[in-house]
């Protein structure tokens, strides 16, 4: 696109950012990572948290295989800080005088602690901008309780939308089921990098840093669509069913199987020409039916619940007819937003991801190539706006060199490492 | 009325804003709510109405009235554009005007607002702007330094660039809906709304700021394709990586955690509030120490002595049994007192709370003023989801520069052409009466 477009991989570049704490808020980081913050992940000594999370590569734990931390930690730097030490006070203080902002997450009473000691930093430097991401924020009567992406998800809503229908007699034989790879960490992160983001342009505005208390549960209560408003305004409790919107009754599935056992997300609007398009393709897959009857003439007639359930039939023989992904490339052709529903992995070959850069290619010497990780979500028109070069740090891989920047000199690093206190 | 002391993120900043559902309005909310001034520019043609303000629920007259039976489609609504909660609660915050893009005058009137902006969004299908005249090549000559952002399905850029999505073609096609769900050979259970209609709220907001700030630097302007699956895609953890180190296909573990040796994991039944009954209860057992209370919990019964359940590995391998033996205890309990008594304990759990639970149970809400009441002008007041992240110095506020609610269609004509075009009341009538405006 040229002039006046470019991509914003480096939009926050010159910004130092730390990111302290557990795997909350590592993809906050991971998101100021990509658009060229400089963020420096703070690891205890014996390595953070989301290390001893798998995936991990060639199986066993270790902690430099952790595909989790991998994936969340993508673009940053790692130094060690025992924060819990408090020899270790006067090393934050000095590598902070060089940040922007500090995120930490994890229980908010550990944060709580730790954000003492940062409230003194921003009493020196006004300029900086400290990040809580905690699940229920820093106060409140829930504030302590103990929490994992499975309880927030529960809590926060997500999951009593998401699961199977209830059989015939309206009784759930299925628990509700969160969505799996830690969306409520997601959730949290996604807001906290606004935020954050919109605290460094606040500074450019008035020169004030602030802090800012990211709640995952609230977080995640703002993203359950009509959910909340069909409560507030009609009264309802959304009833969740298979694969599709949750509602006040119990509608007809969206997921359809093809021929080579794919399912294929394929629903149709009730209009003129969603209707038109699937006579077309029923025709030219050469499914019968009668839906150029009489019966299905008009919007009216085509609502009876006769008319609907041979539509629905006929809807499923043509999924059946031909494999998912044929299925897809007719439907879209016609105008229907169909998709089959594939694994996360076959989009790594697709070539219109390819194309707009969805997967960025990292290189890991220490396997011998490189991996494709998920790292756009928009472009410039041509490239993808995050910029993702770097895997994960080695645990302290960059201490020294962060250490040096805030003017330690190499004996008093090697001090710090043998007091353990890095 | 706004609040003049209050000091806000994006002071200053102008957000021409043509998105309609919810994919384009979830990113014009939040910058509404860091203080931009949005402004929606709708088609009055009942045609053309943003499809979310025909959609239910609408209020009821009275709040004890029953529950009313939502429909799908509600055609064109009886009472009007202005009065569905479900638009109510994605829209605050937000200016409104109504511009026709089909008629030269409205295209000359949204070049003439967009050379007055920072920021423009939209969420048609990928051509339409084009088509209008008025796509990002277009307004670029307008505006050298604006920031468009286009929010589409799969994005412009691509092999899928003609290709429709929603929500749920989103989130089939990039891999989430085959995430989540028990495993093979049950269908996916996917999700139960339009994950993907939020998600891009997030980046458009997040990518905007980016280029708001980059553009206060070097005066240049930015272009910014997002795709909905593409967010997806960002979100589905570390499938993809594992499968490329293990060429195994992605599973499907229910609520079980496949990453860690926690168990039990998982969503259990409570005491029936109703018939039938919904109430379940989340719990995580990560370590020894946890599950060690958790028996303490149950009082210690014969079966959760039993040396297969006494480590990690052990109840890891024997998890369905574990499951069944701790949901025939759990269902007898009241959710929310067992959720204290294992909190007190330490133990993760988490009542699944529904809507209903989160309105009306939820201290922790109650407590942080989650819901905020905003006055809107045809419906009155009602509350809408706040903003998940506190802000010392430039707090959001989901009201936004109007301390409204959503606007009703064309509420702030008088005032946005006023303010911004400097067109008055009868030049206005005029263009209206030309069906311009």
């Known amino acids: 696109m040229s002039a006046g477009a470019a991509p914003l991989g480096d939009a926050l570049g010159g910004f130092v950012v730390l990111e302290v704490g557990d795997e909350r808020g590592e993809f906050a980081g991971v998101l100021l990572a990509g658009l060229g913050a400089e963020v420096i992940r703070v690891e205890p000594p014996g390595g953070a948290p989301s290390r001893r999370l798998g995936p991990f590569a060639s199986g066993a734990p270790h902690p430099e295989r952790s595909l989790h931390f991998w994936r969340y930690n993508l673009n940053k730097k790692s130094v060690t800080l025992d924060l819990g030490n408090s020899a270790a006070a006067p090393v934050l203080a000095r590598v902070a005088a060089h940040a922007d902002v500090i ?40 504030r302590d309780f103990k929490m994992t992406d499975l309880t927030q998800l529960a809590m926060g809503g997500i999951m009593a939308v998401c699961g199977y229908e209830p059989g015939a007699d309206g009784k759930y034989d299925t628990a509700p089921i969160a969505p799996a790879a830690w969306h409520a960490y997601h959730l949290g992160s996604e807001y906290a990098a606004v935020s954050i983001a919109a605290a460094l342009n606040f500074r450019e505005l008035s020169g004030e840093g602030q802090e800012i208390d990211v709640s995952i549960h609230e977080a995640i209560n703002t993203c359950t669509e009509f959910t909340m408003p069909s409560y507030i305004y009609a009264g309802v409790v959304v009833k969740r069913q298979t694969a599709r919107h949750a509602s006040a009754s119990i509608s007809p599935p969206w997921l359809r199987r093809a021929a080579d056992g794919v399912y294929v997300n394929a629903i149709i609007a009730p209009t003129d020409r969603e209707f038109r398009a699937l006579v077309r393709l029923l025709d030219d897959c050469g499914v019968t039916h009668d839906l150029n009857s009489e019966a299905f003439s008009d919007p009216t007639r085509r609502g009876r619940r006769e008319a609907q359930r041979e539509i629905f039939a006929a809807l499923d023989r043509l999924v059946a007819s031909r494999p998912a992904e044929e299925i897809f490339r007719r439907a879209q052709a016609l105008g229907l937003a169909w998709a089959p529903v594939r694994r996360p992995e076959e989009n790594l070959a697709d070539e219109h991801f390819r194309r707009r850069g969805s997967f960025a290619a990292i290189a890991h010497p220490e396997l011998g190539g490189d991996l494709l990780y998920p790292a756009s979500v928009a472009t410039d028109g041509e490239r993808p706006h995050f910029n993702y070069r770097r895997r994960a740090p080695r645990l302290s891989e960059h201490t020294g060199e ?17 007091a353990r206190i890095i | 009325m706004a609040d003049n002391k209050r000091r806000w993120a994006l002071e200053g900043v102008r957000v021409i804003d043509l998105t309609w559902l919810l994919a384009g309005p979830g990113g014009t909310r939040i910058l509404a709510s860091l203080g931009a001034q949005v402004i929606r520019v709708e088609c009055r043609e009942p045609r053309a ?123 089939a096609l990039s891999g989430l809906t085959a995430m989540s769900g028990l495993p093979e050979p049950r269908e996916p259970a996917g999700w139960g709304y339009s994950y993907l209609d939020h998600s891009p709220g997030y980046y458009s907001s997040m990518l905007v700021i980016a280029a708001i700030m980059r553009r206060r630097k070097t005066g240049q302007g930015c272009y910014i394709d997002l795709s909905q699956t593409e967010c997806g895609i960002m979100l589905s953890g570390t499938a993809a990586l594992a499968h490329q180190l293990s060429g195994q296909p992605t599973a499907r573990h229910g609520n079980r955690m496949p990453f860690a040796p926690w168990a039990p994991h998982g969503a259990y039944p409570c005491r029936a509030e109703g018939d039938p009954g919904d109430e379940w209860i989340a719990i995580a057992v990560q370590n ?144 209206k009466a030309e069906g311009a405006v």
């Open chain 1, 103 to 142: 995120i930490d997450s994890g229980e908010a009473a550990a944060v709580a602690r730790r954000m003492a000691a940062y409230r003194e930093l921003r009493a020196a430097s006004p300029r900086l901008i400290v990040c809580a991401i905690t699940p229920f924020g820093l106060d409140g009567p829930w």
């Open chain 1, 402 to 418: 962060i250490l040096a920047r805030a003017g330690y000199a190499a004996d008093e690093i090697a001090a710090l490492r043998a």
């Open chain 2, 49 to 171: 109405v943003d499809f979310l303000r025909y959609t239910p629920p609408f209020p009821r007259k009275d709040k004890s009235a029953p529950a009313q039976d939502l429909g799908m489609l509600a055609g064109t609504p009886a009472n009007g554009f202005n009065r569905s909660g479900n638009f109510n609660n994605i829209n605050p915050g937000k200016f409104a005007i109504t511009l026709n893009l089909n008629h030269p005058k409205g295209r000359d009137l949204l070049r003439r607002l967009v050379a007055r902006a920072h920021v423009l969004c939209e969420n048609f299908s990928p051509e339409r702007m084009d088509q209008w005249g008025v796509g990002y090549a277009e307004l670029r000559r307008v505006n050298p330094s604006l920031i468009y952002v286009q929010t589409t399905g799969m994005g412009k850029a691509g092999v899928y660039r003609d290709y429709a999505g929603y929500g749920p073609t989103a989130q």
């Open chain 2, 288 to 431: 020894d120490d946890q599950w060690a209370a958790l028996v303490a919990e149950m009082g210690s019964p014969v079966w959760a002595a039993e040396a297969r359940f006494a480590d990690a590995a052990g109840r890891k391998a024997n998890e369905d049994e574990l499951d069944r033996k701790l949901a025939a205890w759990t269902s007898t309990q009241e959710r929310y007192a067992l959720m204290a008594r294992l909190q007190a304990r330490g133990i993760p759990a988490g009542v699944v709370q529904k809507s209903v639970d989160r309105f009306t149970r939820d201290d922790q809400l109650r407590a942080r003023g989650f819901f905020v009441a905003l006055p809107q002008s045809e419906i009155g007041e009602w509350p809408v989801d706040g903003f998940p992240a506190r802000m010392t110095a430039s707090p959001a506020f989901v009201g936004g520069l109007t301390a409204r609610g959503a606007p009703m269609l064309g509420e702030d004509n008088e005032r946005i052409y006023r303010e911004v075009l400097g067109i008055e009341s009868a030049e206005l009538e005029a263009l």
